[in-house]
């Protein structure tokens, strides 16, 4: 996506807060550290007050707490960055909003909903009706410029894709746009050290973020779980397996999980926007009893889950089973960012009678979905193009379209057999 005259490159999410300034009295961003909510909300503010936790910022945050009407005097759109840090913030915004009815007067930005318990009781309203909630996310292809944007899920649900040849792609690229993550700080870094800040993310939350509740968290334990949820990305699995995961790979019982505990770390990494769980499709489903109910794990971005198991771009290309698990990742992330930006959700299938899954449905608000399933190589093609069929065959109410999203792939055609999309991720856009 192009650039703004002040260097601001341009997110898929902008649109949606323009067009929400105009409904609501405010909007909050909410999203993991690092993803550009703060730069985002800059480029359609007027003004902005910082809140979060560095010294430079500890005199503004004092003052807000005594009085939290000092910083609700700017130029609207303000921004107020990391609002959280002053709790009150939160009903004080949502009384002004609806004292006067201007829409467009405040953009709150979040990194974590984890408070401790006398912040939480600072916050008595939901906002409902005032203050609207957006979830924002590490960069997509498209946002960060490595994709064309030829194929759109927008014209995939309409039938008006066309066939294109497209740019070739090859394994060391894909690679890089894993290992370096979707994260705006990192898109210009040398290849050789893409794989620092990711690591460096993941340290600060272990060593800070996860104890900002005040609740002291063992951080061998949490990361271990980390090294759990990694080695399980993209994969369908519950608890159970998470716990005896962590078990095999550590001799140290001291590192192991209680239940207890794997529920309270899982509940901090969703509050911390690091985990995303794709939810189980079971709507208009010809035999519901056996569809899964599962969810599929994944990390917000697949940089964290590489950077959990020490892996660089180098040892990602000579590991192919890994790289597929980590493609999955990337192209369900982007998958995500695109169809919520179109008011959509993103699930995973799976029959447990048959066996049948599908990686992706992608489903709009009015019901309409598309099947789509991920390989990594053109050799993966015809296995795909089976379990579409298969699920083609299975389902009640028929998918809108059918899709294979490749790696190593450089066209976006539909096969005359089975209508069926093939394209590669680098020339997906919403």
Known sequence: ???????????????????????FGAISLEGPKWCGKTWTA?????????????????????????????????????LIDEWGEVPEIWDAVRHRCDKDKIRGKYILTESTTLRKKEDEEKIHHSGAGRIDKMKMYSMSLYESGESSGQASLSKLFDGTQKNYTTNKVVLEDLAKYIVRGGWPENLDTDDEVIHVLPKSYLNAVINHDINKDGVNRDINKMN??????????????NNNT???DVEEFTTNKDYQLSRNTLLDYLNVLTKLYLIENQEAYSTNLRSRDNVGKSAKRHFTDPSLACAALGITKDKLVNDIKTFGFMFESLVE??????????GGKIYHYRNNKTGLEVDAIVEL????????EIKLGAN?????????????????????????????????IKDPETDIYILPITALKP
Request: hydrophobic residues 40%; negative net charge; charged residues 30%.
């Open 242 to 244: 998470l716990l005896s």
């Open 333 to 342: 992330r982007d998958l995500r960012i695109y169809i919520e930006s179109l």
């Open 365 to 372: 608000p009015d019901g309409e979905y598309g099947a789509i």
């Open 1 to 23: 996506m192009a650039l703004t005259e002040d260097g601001y490159k341009k997110r898929i999410i902008d649109e949606k807060i323009k067009q929400y300034l105009k409904i």
């Open 224 to 237: 271990m779980l980390f090294k759990s949820l990694a080695r399980n990305e993209s994969t369908i699995v």
């Open 380 to 412: 993966e093609i015809d296995d795909a193009k089976i379990s579409l069929n298969n699920f083609l065959n299975e389902v009640k109410v028929k998918p809108k379209f059918r899709c294979i999203i490749c790696g190593l792939w450089s066209a976006i």
């Open 42 to 78: 800059k480029n359609h503010a007027n003004s902005a007050i910082y809140l979060d936790d560095s010294t430079e910022n500890f005199d503004t945050r004092a003052k807000a707490k005594m009085d939290v009407s000092i910083i609700l005097n700017e130029e609207y759109p303000e």
